[in-house]
């Protein structure tokens, strides 16, 4: 579980003040696929950085499974990255020069805790279920848009994270390639019972969303559950 209290976010552009977040308190269950949305700059970017652990704000407080993960050190926050968390963002931050085999193996290779062979395995089994261990050997380069954003996601998921960040990740895929991502979430979700939280601000997304919490302002402008989901 995930608690957010009172959360803020101030940016100094010379003596302008930009309140990013302004006041934001939110509860996340484990488990939940969640939906942020709300208009270009309503804060959204911001809030996903703070939760994972990317940058920090002015003032509030974040525990996940009750730890205080504002006040760990630049190592523990390292360590609990790795570990605990996965990101995926709009541009897919693929390693150019290395493989998708190569970039998938990336953040398992980084753990003290798994053998070469283990990474091995977790690497091949995770190109399966997306459909890509064919083209292990290529660079990223050599894949569609919609096919280096799948890597990017089995890269995030290849030390089963807890939670899985996303920003954006359709934003730069045609509506086919967005909706095989959306469905590689849900299942993700369904089957390994992930928290995922997402950024978008495409409406149909909602769709898959078990609940949305919209932004407004650096403001949480409302929260609903979507029953339909899934
Ligand atoms: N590094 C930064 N420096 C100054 N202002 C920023 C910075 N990052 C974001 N902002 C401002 O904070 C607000 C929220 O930005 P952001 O979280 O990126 O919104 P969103 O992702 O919803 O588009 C915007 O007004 C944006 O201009
Ligand atoms: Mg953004």
Known sequence: MIEINDLQRIYHMGTVEVR??????????????????GASGSGKTTLLHMVGLLDLPTSGRITIDGLDVLRLTDYEKTMFRLYKLGYVFQDYALVPDLTVMENVALPAMLRKDRSEEQVKKDSFSILQKIG???RRDHLPRELSGGQQQRVSIARAMVNKPDILFADEPCANLDSEN???VLDLFHEINEEMKQTIIM??????HKDYFHRIVRLRDGKI??????????
């Open 20 to 37: 990013a977040l302004d006041g934001i308190t939110l509860t996340i269950e484990k488990g939940e696929f969640l939906g942020i949305m």
């Open 132 to 134: 890509l261990y064919d």
């Open 178 to 180: 967005s909706k095989m």
């Open 199 to 204: 950024v978008s601000h495409e409406d149909w």
């Open 221 to 230: 402008a409302s929260d609903e559950k979507n029953l339909s989901a899934g």
